[in-house]
């Protein structure tokens, strides 16, 4: 992983994974080498931003920072803590002052609550980047141990640190959103059914063809089908169309999901649980959807990751696009696009202000790509979620969030201090953003603000 300074001048540091051992059967113990590879790198830096959903550690200058990813599970994992409240000590290393290109690297060390099951995680930084998922090696499989660690009754005595995260796939027939143990697909009805109708129009299979995969891949339990209508018409006829168009779904997704062992649950709700609020044509369109939700079966990571490319060096860009309204004048570099797992990306991007005026980079988080592209979460403008992948079908894939709110970060991404982004200077950003199928092997890079990047291969 890289982290730099936002000009020639300023320092750059790569932090190295040295291993990531299985210390006891439900934590790991992680090690890291940083390295300043330019003038000098704030250790600051490494310390825990406030995610949502995070409880937030002490006020010690730490290596906090550095989380865990588990895509099969949806979740970020943060260092332990030493009591269960806020304000806790984590169980990790010390780093205070600044680390110098003629110092020797720094070596440091941080404990994890990992379940047994898990045996590759992903290393992260919110100041730098994510690595590629790293195995976990079994206890004394050739990592030495460093100076600090804490001993087995301080681990087992200690508190985990654990983020769920959700997906969020928009698309013209479904919306999609993952968390880590539930599943909610919300069908477009007017694409299921002809007008005041409950009978699955021709192409309404192939669509429900999509939606039975995923249920195949990752539902267990009961499957919960639920129809909604909106608000024209009278109550009673919408809660009798609602039922019968839900029960039209399940039959078909029964049907296609063939011999699973699930169980299919039938309702219908009419007009009375609205998803979005008004009477505009939109949102009435919104309003008539099915919904089916199902708890998310976790298939454990594999022993091996499959073997990815080294990130690329800091700079080299795969495409560039211009800025527009108020980022004329800003280029943006796309680092990388690389799969962590079935069900994230990482988008790697550096931005380079070569015009002559200094630019706000909270403006393309308010910018009308946002509401074009239907990205409605309430990320904050300090955040890099500012972004979408659109496949050919023109579904969008949008950052990972977090839940929570009231001043904390709801994406795994770049957060930054540097507000204004003055003529020279640059900046790379990072996010995780929801993956597209398997199938899907190039996307549209939206970046809002900016010129989009057409047909780039996802790695």
Not at 29 to 34: C, E, G, H, Y
Not at 40 to 46: A, I, R, V
Not at 127 to 139: D, G, M, R, T
Not at 441 to 451: K, T, Y
Request: aromatic content about 6%.
């Amino acid at each position: 992983m890289y982290g730099n300074g936002h000009s020639e001048q300023s320092g750059a540091a790569r932090t190295d994974v040295l291993a990531i051992e299985r210390t006891a059967p439900d934590t790991v113990t992680a090690r890291l080498r940083i390295t300043v590879e330019r003038g000098g790198s704030n250790l600051s830096g490494f310390s825990a931003p406030s995610l949502a959903g995070q409880v937030a550690y002490d006020y010690r200058s730490t290596v906090a920072g550095i989380f865990l990813y588990d895509d099969p599970r949806l979740s970020v994992y943060f260092p332990m803590r030493d009591k269960e409240g806020m304000g806790a000590r984590c169980l990790c290393s010390f780093a205070e002052g600044t680390l110098e290109v003629t110092s020797e690297p720094l070596l440091v060390w941080a404990v994890y609550r990992v379940p047994a099951q898990t045996t590759s995680v992903a290393v992260g930084l919110a100041s730098a980047s994510v690595s590629s998922p790293v195995p976990i090696i079994q206890p004394g499989a050739g990592s030495l141990k460093l100076d600090g660690e804490p001993d087995a009754a301080t681990v087992a005595a200690a508190f985990p640190n654990t983020v769920g995260l959700a997906t969020n796939t928009i698309g013209t027939t479904e919306n999609v959103v993952e968390s880590p143990d539930k599943v909610e697909i919300a069908l477009n009805t007017d694409v299921l059914f002809a007008f005041d109708k409950a009978t699955l129009t021709a192409a309404a299979r192939d669509r429900l063809r999509r939606t039975a995969e995923k249920i195949r891949a990752k539902a267990t339990g009961t499957v919960t089908v639920v129809g909604h209508t909106d608000d024209v018409g009278s109550d009673t006829y919408n809660l009798d169309l609602s039922r019968r168009r839900a029960q039209a779904v399940e039959q078909a997704l029964s049907t296609l999901t063939g011999d699973a062992d699930l169980a299919f649950q039938v309702d219908g709700k009419g007009e009375s649980l609205p998803r979005v609020s008004g009477t505009s044509k939109e949102a009435r369109a919104a309003n008539r959807r099915v919904e089916v939700v199902f708890e998310r079966a976790v298939t454990p990571s594999p022993a091996m990751p499959t073997a990815a490319p080294e990130p690329r060096a800091p700079g080299e860009p795969v495409t560039t696009a211009e800025g527009l309204r108020k980022m004329a004048g800003v280029t943006a570099d796309l680092l990388e696009l690389r799969r962590l797992g079935p069900d994230s990306v990482l988008v790697s991007v550096g931005f380079r202000n070569t015009g002559s005026a200094e630019v706000d980079l909270g403006a393309p988080g308010l910018d009308e790509d946002r509401d074009r592209l239907g990205v409605t979460a309430p990320f904050m403008l300090i955040e890099f979620f500012w972004l979408a992948l659109t496949d050919a079908a023109q579904t969008r894939y949008v950052a990972l969030s977090a839940p929570g709110a009231g001043g904390t970060l709801d994406c795994v991404c770049t957060s930054t201090t540097l507000l204004k982004l003055a003529p020279g200077q640059q900046i790379r950003m990072f996010a995780l953003v929801s993956a597209p199928p398997p199938d899907v092997r190039s996307v549209d890079v939206n970046l809002f603000s900016f010129r989009p990047m057409n047909d780039v291969p996802v790695t």
